[in-house]
């Protein structure tokens, strides 16, 4: 199973013989068999027939729409829910649950921070010159995981907050450094990016996510219902929490992309102070993305069935 991603202006799909039909200005271009699709990112200006959409949803084939402009998530298309509702019930009653909802979030963001770590000794081989900025800012993480390890009394998830921003002001720190100078990459810019890196981390983060909604859809977890995340109007907290562990696996990807020269500065263009990926960007990108998340994509899943069979442990036998 594997990912269409269409990034062509004035595409006309329909849904003919178990399959996505691609049209350009009227001219059949191709057909991509369903069966071997398990999302569809769509970029830019596609039309899409109401029969695709309903065999789309009817597979499971979950759809990410991004807008032309800044790669930003404008709509998703999820397919069926699980269809054990008992889950999504003992999840709400874990969130509800003030101690093992705390649990959880020291879990993950003593999790996050072994990742960074993990991540920052394994650069430290890779650039000694930087030797002094890595052990600093491994120092950092090591300090917070040592008072994690012992604090129980006065711990709450604010306070858990406060950890896991330190920690990420430590690896940032260290992470902006890693990156030639030419590519002006000093902080962690969302909106817009004005950076070659900032707008690959960007894009590399809205396409994480939409795989961390569909890791719990799919193990039949409210994707909006987190633990570590608050619910916000419109957020799907609970796939932001899934993606806190995995964001050192991602930045050291986009590291990568840079340090292999896979991605170039003639892959960006500038729209107005929002440095975006060019086409020949963007294809070079989702090539790579898609073997970077294989791996990625099992952990998500294996995160979606391990919490949902904790969560209905915890409280099926309960009246909640």
Known sequence: MSTLFLDRK??????EGQCIALYEKGNKRGTVPLHMLNRVVIRGHVT???????????????VLMLSGRNHRSVATLLGKPHNDSKRRVAQYACYLDSAERLKLCRWLV???????????TAVLAQ??????????????????????????????VQRLRGFEGSGAAAYFKAF????????????????????????CLSLGYTLLHFDAVKACQESG??????????????????ACDFIEVLRSELDNWVWQLFRERVLRPENFSDDN???????????????????????????????????SQRFVNQYANKDI
Do not use: M, W
């Open 48 to 62: 899409l027939d109401t029969r695709l959409l309903g065999a789309l949803a009817d597979k499971n084939i979950g």
């Open 127 to 156: 650039r000694p010159d930087l030797r002094l900025a890595l052990l600093n800012a491994q120092a950092s993480i090591n300090g917070l995981l040592e008072q994690l390890a012992v604090e129980n009394e006065n711990l709450s």
């Open 10 to 15: 004035d595409l006309k799909l329909s849904y």
């Open 110 to 120: 003593i999790a996050k921070l072994r990742s960074q770590k993990r991540f920052l």
């Open 176 to 199: 902006t450094q890693l990156f030639a100078p030419s590519l002006q990459f000093n902080s962690r810019q969302r909106r817009p990016p004005t950076d070659p890196v900032n707008a």
């Open 273 to 307: 102070g929002r440095t975006i990926l060019n086409k020949a960007g963007r294809q070079r990108f989702y090539a790579e993305y898609e073997l970077f998340t294989k791996p990625v994509r099992r952990l998500l899943r294996r995160y979606g069935y391990l919490l």
């Open 221 to 238: 977890l409210d994707p909006y219902i987190g633990f570590y995340h608050d619910p916000a109007f419109g957020r799907e907290s609970l």
